[in-house]
């Protein structure tokens, strides 16, 4: 994979990225003077998280494109091991594993030569055909079921769902002139986080029914149609730079993935009440498990990837 310089749009939106990132420890630092019981030591975490989080997705951004393939591959890869930490597995399956593994630098291979044909089909079909062999080989039938079923999930929501980010980085260019296959994959990504701190935002200023108490307590309608109203709304300012969308459809492709983001959010955390866990990990401080920052995206990565692919290619 040859490097590709980022296009400016593509390097504002990175710079936009910190300037944010800047305003938000201004303002957590003043905060922390005028009222310290608001500035907790859980916001200063989260902050310094998404720091980190910024600087290692920029630098892993302006390197190449083959040096994103493989941060993202990499996350993907932790963000299986963090899924298969947390469900129960069975003792003869742990052999098992190592195939599941193998499919994240083999699907990201497929990205790599931008050959979408076997991308796309590779884990849905494939090794979804091909890892009950291994289980069926060592012989044990109890259980067989829910471990070959959970260990799939995972494959699909981990690697599949999250490859599609990383596929938007090969387009061709001609596909989104404003900022090339850098622009749409950070369009993605900021709309996705910024969906999530919106519904957080004006749930917590709105409060008002709960969408789905069993699930994700903290989830209000208010919150809920907020972010979706800010997720329209953030998408149709930032299109014109980062892709080849135009208002209207900007709109409606902003409001519609603040739904999935939604969605996604709290399919994770149906899993995480089912094994009746708060947090998937503890790497990312103030923000729990690289699951916890994933959920939305395994949702809204595919959805945008499909929608440039079939309106705009």
């Known amino acids: 994979m040859i490097a590709t310089p980022l296009m400016p749009h593509a390097i504002a939106a990175l710079a936009g990225i910190f300037a944010i990132l800047a305003i938000a420890s201004i303002v957590l630092a003043i905060l922390a003077r005028l009222r310290p019981a608001l500035a907790t030591e859980e916001l200063w975490l989260r902050l310094r998280s998404w720091w980190i989080m910024a600087l290692i997705f920029a630098v892993a951004m302006v390197a190449s494109r083959t040096v994103s393939l493989i941060f993202l591959g990499f996350v993907s890869f932790l963000a299986l091991k963090e899924y298969l930490s947390l469900i129960p597995t069975r003792r ?102 910024a969906n999530d701190v919106a519904q957080y935002l004006w749930g917590k200023m709105i409060g008002g029914p709960k969408v789905i108490p069993k699930v994700s307590p903290g989830k209000t309608w208010a919150g809920v149609l907020g972010g979706i109203a800010s997720s329209a709304v953030i998408s149709a300012a930032m299109a014109p730079w980062l ?59 595919p959805l945008f990837f499909h929608i440039i692919r079939y309106f705009y290619t």
Request: no cysteine.
């Open 92 to 193: 003869v399956d742990r052999r098992v594993l190592l195939f599941a593994y193998l499919a994240v630098p083999i699907q990201f291979y497929w990205i790599g030569i931008a050959w979408y044909g076997m991308f796309i089909i590779f884990i849905p079909v494939y090794m979804f055909l091909f890892l009950p062999l291994p289980m069926l080989i060592i012989g044990e039938t109890k259980g067989f079921l829910r471990a070959i079923a959970s260990l799939h999930w995972g494959l699909m929501t981990t690697v599949f769902a999250v490859s599609h980010a990383a596929f938007l980085l090969v387009l061709p260019d001609e596909v989104n002139p404003a900022a090339g296959g850098a622009g749409l994959l950070l369009f993605v990504v900021i709309l996705t986080e």
């Open 243 to 301: 892709t080849p969308m135009a208002l209207a459809p900007a709109l409606v492709v902003g409001g519609f993935l603040g739904l999935a983001g939604f969605a996604g959010d709290v399919t994770i955390s149906a899993l995480k009440r089912d094994l009746g866990i708060k947090d998937s990990g503890s790497i990312l401080p103030g923000h729990g498990g690289i699951l916890d920052r994933l959920d939305s995206l395994t949702y809204t990565a």
